[in-house]
């Protein structure tokens, strides 16, 4: 049975584009998928190991930003964080303790890229900002009603002057 819990576990953290990784309390890696692996061979040449520490690993100044996140997870608990990459990547990294019989043994992390996600959010906070200045410095009187009640949900400076009102009264 415990073999069947394992390989279903192995298969499930395969089966993912997500970078999973865990570090003993030394923070010399205990696990990691192949997306991890791969992730490391491609954006630095070289191969993730068993014990190996993320310092062995990367760039000095890259090596660098690890053990303060880690020590954070082990102090104050889990969290997220974002890593961008030069070419303009984005890497959502949450931490958590791995606590084995009430005591911490080691720091597992998720990595999902969010790039297109935040792309998303940016372009529709960009499309908000426009829409906000298209509404508000028109010279046309405009209302915004809320279709279900009818009520004026926003009005702009030209329907103020129009209808003799201010903006807030408006609503």
């Known amino acids: 049975m415990h073999d069947q819990v394992e390989a279903n576990l192995s ?4 089966s993912t584009e997500d970078l999973i990784w865990s570090v003993d309390l030394n923070y010399g890696l205990l696990t990691f998928n192949k997306a991890f692996q791969q992730h490391v061979e491609r954006n630095f040449g070289v191969t993730a190991a068993i014990g190996k520490r993320l310092q062995d690993l990367l760039p000095p100044e890259r090596a660098a930003n690890w053990p303060p996140l880690f020590e954070r997870v082990l102090s104050q608990g889990a969290f997220r964080t974002e890593l961008p990459f030069a070419d303009g ?4 990294l949450a931490f958590n303790r791995i606590v084995v019989d009430g005591e911490a043994t080691g720091i597992s992390v998720f990595g999902k890229d969010i790039t297109e996600r935040k792309r998303a959010e940016q372009a529709l906070a960009d499309s908000e900002a426009r829409f906000r ?3 508000q410095e ?3 009187v405009m209302l915004l009603a809320d279709p279900a009640s009818g009520e004026i949900a926003a009005a ?6 129009f209808y003799g009102y201010p903006v807030e009264r408006l609503v």
């Not at 298969?11 to 395969?14: D, T």
């Not at 990547?89 to 959502?92: S, T």
């Not at 702009?156 to 002057?161: G, L, T, V, Y």
């Open 156 to 161: 702009n400076q030209a329907a103020s002057a």
């Open 133 to 135: 200045t298209f509404f």
């Open 11 to 14: 298969a499930l953290i395969e």
């Open 138 to 140: 028109n010279s046309s």
């Open 89 to 92: 990547r984005i890497l959502e």
